[in-house]
């Protein structure tokens, strides 16, 4: 058994500590106090059962060995270890009376993976009201495709209540035109891009550029439209360089900082926390067209996927952008969450959205 002694020294760091770091992350003193009381409650009630559960006090002796919430950059490896739980048979219905297959009709759900790095990161789904907290007072601008706007569905799900999402989502449907919207209670600026194309993504970062205004939160991702109308991954990997050559022009490099203020004279920018919203994965037999299954198959999404990697765009190859992984969240959820093969369930974009939350987190509070 752990000594209870090493134990109570641990459940006293935890309460004294992960206070302070959520106050890093601009939580307000109330959510603080609520966090510190909480995680007290658990924690005595964790110490008086710890002895009736050798389970538990195994799986807290290999905890306290790495060293919890040591390096939190680390945790941004972990973001995407989701497990699903969705229902094999159809809620409410038996087979036979549904002779359609309708997504909808299966309960589903998802959490973070139970594994010791990823209970020692600590993330978490944010409610309304914190995920409101975070946001506060910035910009954010998703531009992209289909899943993009998705992406935006779900965002506004989280931060707006179900009856102001009633009314935004008429103009938000509307197909393959911008969406422009200032929610005034939690002053955020959101801004859809309708960009089916990466060099419709270039447009926007020049005109971004030309503005010298930046968001605070960038949110890009294009690359079905391409695969099926021009099916040249070659092709892909040039536009992608374009964008990284374009981002790079207006991210102050921390180093080259002060040259780059004092040179151009300019205000300091602060560059933006930016994701690149990877493609689903296509279930080619259920892909609604003759044409999208034959060319959107598993050859050319490979070489698609081969492209992005190379193009040094994302933090795993070095680059500025942290992959928001929607193929992984779709290959997990699995066939039962999309009714064309390309398009998912909006359990999905949930998910992605709390990835991308918790990486703001993480990373708002290495900023500090
Ligand atoms: C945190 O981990 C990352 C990758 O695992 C490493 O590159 C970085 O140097 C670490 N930072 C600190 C402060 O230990
Ligand atoms: C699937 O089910 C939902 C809710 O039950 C319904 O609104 C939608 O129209 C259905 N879709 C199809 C294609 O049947
Ligand atoms: C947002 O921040 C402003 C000031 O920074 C504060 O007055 C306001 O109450 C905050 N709103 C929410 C919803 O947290
Ligand atoms: C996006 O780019 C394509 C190809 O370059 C172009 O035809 C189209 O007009 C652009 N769309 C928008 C919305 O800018």
Not at 29 to 43: D, E, H, P, V
Not at 135 to 142: A, C, E, P, Q, R
Not at 272 to 287: A, D, K, Q, V
Not at 344 to 355: F, G, K, L
Request: aromatic share 10%; with cysteine; glycine share 6%.
């Amino acid at each position: 058994m752990v000594g209870a002694v090493q134990f109570g020294v641990l459940a006293a760091c935890v309460v004294l500590f992960v206070p302070m770091i959520l106050a890093g992350w601009h939580l307000s003193r109330n959510k603080m106090l609520f966090f510190s009381g909480a995680l007290f409650i658990t924690l005595a009630v964790g110490v008086h059962l710890t002895p009736y559960f050798p389970s538990i006090t195994n799986l807290l002796s290999s905890l306290s060995s790495t060293v919890v919430l040591d390096n939190r950059s680390s945790c941004l490896s972990f973001l995407h270890e989701i497990i699903w739980d969705v229902k094999v048979e159809p809620i409410n219905k038996g087979l036979d009376e549904m002779p359609n297959f309708n997504t909808s009709d299966y309960e589903k759900s998802w959490s973070w993976a139970k594994s010791i790095p990823v209970n020692a990161c600590g993330f978490q789904k944010l409610g309304r009201s914190d995920a409101c907290d975070l946001l506060n007072g910035s910009w954010i601008v998703v531009a992209g495709d289909s899943q993009a706007r998705l992406v935006v569905v779900s965002l506004l799900n989280l931060v707006l209540d179900p009856v102001e999402m009633e009314s935004v989502s008429g103009d938000l449907f509307k197909r393959h035109s911008d969406y422009n919207t200032v929610i005034d209670e939690i002053g955020v600026k959101l801004d859809f891009i309708w960009a089916p194309y990466v060099t419709n993504l270039t447009d926007f970062l020049v005109e971004l550029k030309h503005n010298r205004h930046y968001p605070d939160v960038l949110v890009m991702g294009s690359g079905l439209w391409h695969m099926l109308h021009v099916t040249d991954s070659s092709d892909y990997g040039v536009s992608l360089g374009s964008v990284k050559q374009s981002l790079l022009s207006f991210i102050p490099v921390s180093s080259e900082y002060d040259t780059v203020e004092s040179v151009s004279g300019s205000f300091p920018v602060r560059s933006p926390h930016m994701f690149w919203l990877g493609m689903p994965m296509l279930i080619n037999s259920m892909l609604n067209t003759e044409e999208k299954r034959e060319k959107m198959n598993f050859v050319i999404q490979d070489s698609y996927d081969q492209k992005l990697h190379e193009s040094k765009l994302l933090r795993q190859s070095g680059g500025p952008m942290v992959l928001l992984d929607v193929k992984s969240l779709s290959r997990n959820c699995g066939s039962r969450c999309t009714m064309d093969g390309m398009h998912y369930d909006p359990a999905v974009y949930e998910a992605a959205i709390h990835v991308m939350l918790n990486a703001l987190l993480i990373e708002s509070q290495q900023r500090l």
